[in-house]
């Protein structure tokens, strides 16, 4: 056991989970938990960073670099497409979603439920992994993390060049469309790597993204062509290492 498992900080990390839940919940109030500090709850809303708005809302984030900040690795025009048109779609159709599901509780009527339930986990997922998706990237990226995300991707994975390898195959191998996705496990205070299909599907519940890659077609294809694992494989140029682990840091801490 480490120190990061002990008791409170376990605790505090299952305080964020509370916290990330009440965000993906939101719709028309501000996320923040009846017992907990407002600097506390913009600390667990910087986790998604600019998923919502300070009316609790959801937004498209601006992205924090230009369309061409990643090139060569990824192109500005892909940038501008995957940001400006399939976020958005995303965080359209999860407002939408949740119009709906508003709708029904108020009318009784929930004919509809299994539809808009699943529209609410595809576009919230979507929403949620793309905040973090450029968030993790930069200009002048690359490279390995230091630190302390260093030292638990070290204890977890057995070494940079292990965890990369798995990341690596895990999003390259991915059925369809879907993502690679690093994250905080908070059940067992690590890290671990998941594969998801679409956003929404083969995950665990209770994880917090902490760096992930997109591998729909509509993140590579213009560039790459089908040539996917070429795609992830330049990815790894425009990770932002200390921004990720600017991230890990606040699960980390609790
Ligand atoms: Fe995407």
Not at 11 to 35: F, Y
Request: glycine share 12%.
């Amino acid at each position: 056991m480490t120190d990061r498992r002990d008791f409170l900080k376990l605790g505090g990390v299952a305080a964020a989970g509370v916290a990330l839940a009440s965000v993906a919940g939101a719709q028309t109030s501000r996320p923040v938990a009846a017992d907990s500090p407002a600097s506390h709850s913009e600390a667990m809303k910087a986790l998604i960073p600019g998923a919502v708005d300070e009316a609790g809302s959801y937004v498209l984030p601006p992205l924090k670099y230009g369309y061409d900040a990643l090139e060569p690795h990824i192109d500005a025009q892909t940038m501008r497409l995957h940001h400006d048109k399939h976020h958005a779609g995303y965080v359209k159709g999860l407002i939408g979603a949740e119009e709906k599901l508003a709708e029904m509780r108020a009318s009784g009527d929930f004919a509809g439920i299994d539809y808009w339930s699943r529209k609410s986990a595809f576009h919230g997922a979507g929403h949620f992994l793309h905040c973090v998706f450029w968030d993790s990237m930069g200009s002048g990226g690359g490279g390995a993390p230091t630190g302390a995300l260093a030292k638990c991707i070290e204890r977890d994975f057995g070494g940079f060049e292990a965890f990369k390898a798995q990341f690596s195959a895990a999003s390259k191998g991915v059925e369809g469309s879907g993502w690679g996705i690093l994250a905080y496990q908070i059940a067992g205070a690590k890290l671990v790597i998941q594969q998801a299909m679409n956003h929404q599907l083969l995950t665990q519940w209770g994880l917090v993204p902490v760096l992930c890659v997109d591998v729909w077609e509509h993140a590579y294809y213009l560039h790459y062509q089908n040539q996917r694992a070429a795609y992830v494989d330049a990815w790894w140029n425009t990770v932002d290492w200390n921004r990720v682990g600017e991230r890990f840091g606040m699960l980390e801490a609790g």
